[in-house]
């Protein structure tokens, strides 16, 4: 592994896959618990944080399960008691997750977890999409997509201080094997700056034996008084909290951001990431890799005299509906591509950047492709060729269609 050295505090440059990012990112970040279940393409993160604890670079405790699902149990119990945990997975491993990731959310716990992109079986596919982690969309977690590995490692970091400071889960999301698995220079902040940035966690749960108490006890809808007459949320307001804590989270995943640049000198104050939107006709909106793939195809479309600019979107929960609507205003079309379906409606993003649109005074036309599912390359031409034939079909008044367009064979 190629790398230069710094001095002092000063970061280092290294070549780091997306895995070995996101396990360097957890260790600098001073994680007391690792629980993890190895699954292709994510399996070299659990490695990588076994290695680093055994060499005792890494003072915390790594706990092998059986399962995926166990994994996110100890990471919730560790978190109850006052650790700072981590937990990586992909595809059906997250899949697995499904209860433990409401569990999780309920009990408000900072738990950050790496989700490696992968497609989701049946039939078998161990290559790229982003169809399991936009499935668990729902789950009450923070979501944060990664465009290349040195944001895989800033957002892991990132993901403590947000979460630690709304208590929400997030979710670091990068795409498998694209990112994962490929080496990029990547700068490494020192111990000593991260330690600056994210002070020890301050758990709200306490678990001491000379105060004992329960955790999600069986709530009932209306709220209720308990023994020593102290009116008690309901279920409803439980779920209420969580939503509202979901919504204010953007000031928090702004405010992280934005004193990270200040302290590294990369800024991610925004939600969105744009390029040559300023006086774009034309967005291609995308997550994760797929957006700078995006970036090649608005500079080609640029040449031929078309007005074309990328609208990434960064985090996908808490949807930045405003903030999509805002920076959609003066476009005429946006095109989006999606590496997810919802199967009888359309992608993910496109919907829902269907109803951020809707009553906010931005109008452009919104049309959807579904590409690269189960690791079929998405080249920027594939991207020009759908934005040029999306043109044609407005400028010739064509009824739109109301399920998306796929880029395959069929």
């Known amino acids: 592994m190629a790398e230069t050295i710094g001095v002092g505090s000063r970061p280092r440059s290294q070549m780091l896959d997306g895995n070995q990012a996101a ?22 993160v659990t490695e990588a944080l ?25 990471c919730s119990s560790a978190s109850l008691a006052g650790a700072r945990t981590f937990t990586a997975t992909s595809a ?31 039939p078998w ?31 892991v970091i990132q993901a403590y201080r947000i979460g630690e400071s709304t208590y929400l889960p997030v979710m ?4 498998g094997y694209i990112l994962s698995h490929t080496e990029m220079p990547v700068e490494v902040p020192s111990q000593e700056a991260v330690d600056r940035y994210l002070p020890p966690y301050k758990p709200h749960t306490v678990l001491e034996p000379g105060t004992p108490r329960n955790y999600n006890l069986v709530t009932l809808a209306n709220p209720r008084r308990n023994a020593e007459g102290v009116l008690c949320h309901g279920y409803m307001e439980i779920r209420y909290l969580l939503q509202e804590a979901l919504q204010k989270s953007k000031e928090a995943i702004s405010a992280a951001g934005r004193e990270f640049g200040e302290l590294f000198g990369r800024s991610y104050a925004h939600l969105l990431w744009g390029h040559r939107m300023e006086d774009a006709d034309v967005a291609i909106v995308a997550m994760g890799s797929l957006a700078l793939e995006a970036v090649v195809a608005a500079d080609a479309l640029r040449e031929e005299g078309t007005k074309a600019g990328v609208l990434g979107l960064r985090v996908f929960r808490p949807f930045p509906g405003k903030e999509i609507a805002d920076a959609l205003r003066r476009c005429r079309l946006a095109v989006v591509f999606d590496k997810n379906v919802s199967y009888g409606n359309e992608g993910a993003a496109c919907n829902e950047i269907k109803a951020a649109l809707y ?8 049309r959807d492709f579904i590409v690269g599912l189960g690791g079929r390359d998405v080249k920027a031409r594939d991207l020009v060729a759908a934005v040029k034939r999306t043109l044609s079909s407005v400028q010739s008044g064509a009824p739109m269609s109301e399920y998306p367009e796929w880029i395959c064979e069929i």
């Open 50 to 74: 076994s290695e680093f604890v055994e060499r005792r670079e890494l003072p915390a405790q790594y706990i092998t399960v059986e399962s995926e699902h166990s994994a996110l149990a100890v």
């Open 359 to 366: 009553g906010n005074g931005a109008g452009p036309v919104v």
């Open 125 to 155: 596919n161990v290559l790229n999409d982003q169809q399991d982690s936009v499935s668990q969309r729902d789950t009450g977690w923070i979501q944060i997509y990664a465009r290349n590995n040195q944001e895989i490692l800033d957002s």
């Open 23 to 44: 396990a360097t990112a957890a260790k600098l970040c001073r994680v007391q618990v690792v629980a993890a279940y190895p699954i292709t393409p994510q399996t070299p």
């Open 172 to 175: 670091v999301c990068y795409d």
């Open 92 to 122: 059906h491993g997250l899949a697995y997750m499904h209860e433990m990731l409401h569990w999780v959310a309920g009990t408000r716990l900072p738990v950050v977890m790496a989700c490696v992109n992968r497609a989701i079986g049946a």
